[in-house]
């Protein structure tokens, strides 16, 4: 029995190439290819500052209960210790969901396209919108530039067809550059 083999892999844009998908003279590019990649900056530092403040809220909270629960009769007994360790556990996973509730309608990045955009989500997930004509964003709530961003940042209600409705907390005029006209909320 032989050793593996190499297996030559043409590639797009290499001399050994028959054609260049990038090359001017092969035309504009086709509607599903992104344009441009918009990241969310304010909105993404918008929920990690309060993540953060809830995390913090939380520790406090959590640290006055245990000060608390050890100062109380028995509670330094074994029994004491048992309850302050389900405690822990209970605080732990509130304070793990609770990040992720706040992280999640954050997305990362908005993929610009011409028939449409695509929303890449804070775990990865992508969601396509398209086409244009077919999509409704409402605008929930304007924050302004504060502690918790440096820029305005949009709770928006994104629905279309075929998909069920999706909020977003996006930087201020990121979707409204590729979405039709709609009345002002």
């Known amino acids: 029995m032989s050793g593996p083999r190499a297996v030559r892999i043409p590639r797009a844009g290499t001399a050994g190439s028959a054609t260049n998908p990038r090359s001017p003279e092969s035309g504009p590019p086709p509607a599903s290819t992104p344009l441009d990649r918009v990241p969310n900056r304010a909105g993404t530092q918008r929920v990690v500052r309060l993540t953060a403040l809830y995390l913090i809220a939380l520790a406090a909270l959590y640290l006055a209960f ?16 048992l ?3 389900e405690f822990t ?79 977003y907390l996006l930087e201020a005029g990121i979707v409204a550059e590729t979405s039709p006209a709609r009345p002002p909320s």
């Open 66 to 81: 245990a000060l608390y629960a050890r100062s109380a009769p028995g509670g330094t007994s074994s029994a004491g210790q």
């Open 83 to 85: 309850e302050l360790l």
């Open 89 to 167: 556990i209970v605080a732990l996973a509130i304070g793990v969901a609770g990040a992720i509730l706040t992280l999640t309608p954050a997305p990362r990045a908005i993929l610009r396209r011409v028939d449409g955009f695509t929303v890449v989500g804070r775990w990865g997930r992508a969601t396509e919108w398209t086409p244009l004509r077919e999509i409704t964003v409402r605008r929930v709530r304007r924050y302004p530039a504060g502690f918790l961003s440096e820029a305005p940042v949009e709770s928006l209600e994104v629905s279309g067809a075929g998909h069920r409705a999706h909020s």
